[in-house]
């Protein structure tokens, strides 16, 4: 078959996804080892047996809803090529706003940072790709995690110090950050969003919390206190309807100048809060 044709099989038979025709060109890229481009270059070659076979199976996974990502091993993330796996939670285009926010703050050159609940690296490495000088660490508390992170930083050649941890349990309680960033489990376990989507297939670890969804954005955001320089700042991404909520946990906690961005849709997708100041 030819790859023009391939591609208009693939994607009619991909009536659950709303980005049909860019799945199967992402997932026959990968079979095939070439870019996107090459499809509108060469569309007349011809695919052969094995190629056709895999590309063949790669669709049908696709149209029983698991994610491109991990059907690829790779996610694009702030330019960033991430491998990923079904232990992690997939980097989302939405996060990238998360680190837009944590760059625009203005903070020292050579600051120490934290990314909590790190997952594949994404937001870490993102931050160390734009901010070389910055002294970033990343913790995870699955193994398996970790090790992706530190794969992912040496592939990219990225200095960033990745270990396990529980979020704070063994980050060194004398160390303190000008900045501590994170995209924590925020979805309530009752949410019907879990049984939709791309999300069926990622760790429910790394989705969803307890109170609602805040209980690991409160921890956080309590024991970030005891981490964070005078000033320093904690960003979270939290779910659409979380914004005000999460303002309200961290006025209460005393963080000042607590505000919420929101992103291209117009959702309020990040909070911002930052420890108040020692005074003379």
């Known amino acids: 078959m030819r ?11 991909l ?3 709303d980005s049909a025709r860019l799945d199967a060109e992402v997932l026959l890229s ?27 199976a790669l669709i049908k996974r696709r149209a029983l809803g698991e994610p491109v990502a991990f059907l690829t091993g790779t996610q694009e993330f702030w330019s960033l ?34 990314d909590l609940g790190t997952g594949t690296g994404a937001i870490a490495l993102a931050l160390a790709s734009e901010r070389p000088s910055w002294q970033i660490s990343a913790v995870d508390r699955i193994a398996d995690s970790v090790n992706l992170a530190r794969a992912n930083a040496q592939h990219l050649k990225l200095n960033v110090t990745i270990y396990q941890s529980n979020w704070f349990a063994a980050v060194p309680k004398h160390e303190r950050f000008a900045l501590i960033v994170s995209n ?7 949410d019907e969003h879990l049984q939709q989507g791309d999300v069926r297939f990622e760790p429910a ?20 206190l005891d981490y964070l320089t005078p000033a320093g700042y904690l960003l979270f991404e939290h779910g659409w309807q979380q914004a005000a909520l999460v303002r309200n946990l961290m006025n209460d906690l005393g963080y000042q100048h607590v505000h919420s961005v929101r992103d291209l849709a117009g959702i309020e997708r990040v909070t911002i809060g930052q420890r108040e100041a020692v005074t003379p």
Do not use: C, M
Not at 3 to 13: E, H, K, P, S
Not at 46 to 55: A, G, I, K
Not at 184 to 190: G, Q
């Open 184 to 190: 924590p489990p925020y979805i309530d376990a009752e």
């Open 15 to 17: 009536t659950n996804s």
């Open 81 to 114: 090529p991430l491998k990923t796996h079904s232990q992690t939670l997939i980097p989302r285009p939405e996060t990238e706003l998360l680190v837009e926010q944590a760059l625009a703050l203005g903070i020292d050159d050579a600051a120490q940072v934290l």
């Open 3 to 13: 790859i023009d044709q391939a591609l208009q099989q693939a994607t009619q038979a």
């Open 30 to 56: 990968a079979v095939l080892d070439k870019s996107r481009t090459y499809f509108y270059t060469w569309p007349e070659r011809t695919l052969n047996d094995s190629e056709q076979q895999t590309f063949n």
């Open 205 to 224: 670890s790394a989705l969803v919390a307890d109170e609602a969804g805040l209980a690991d954005i409160r921890r956080i955001s309590e024991q970030a």
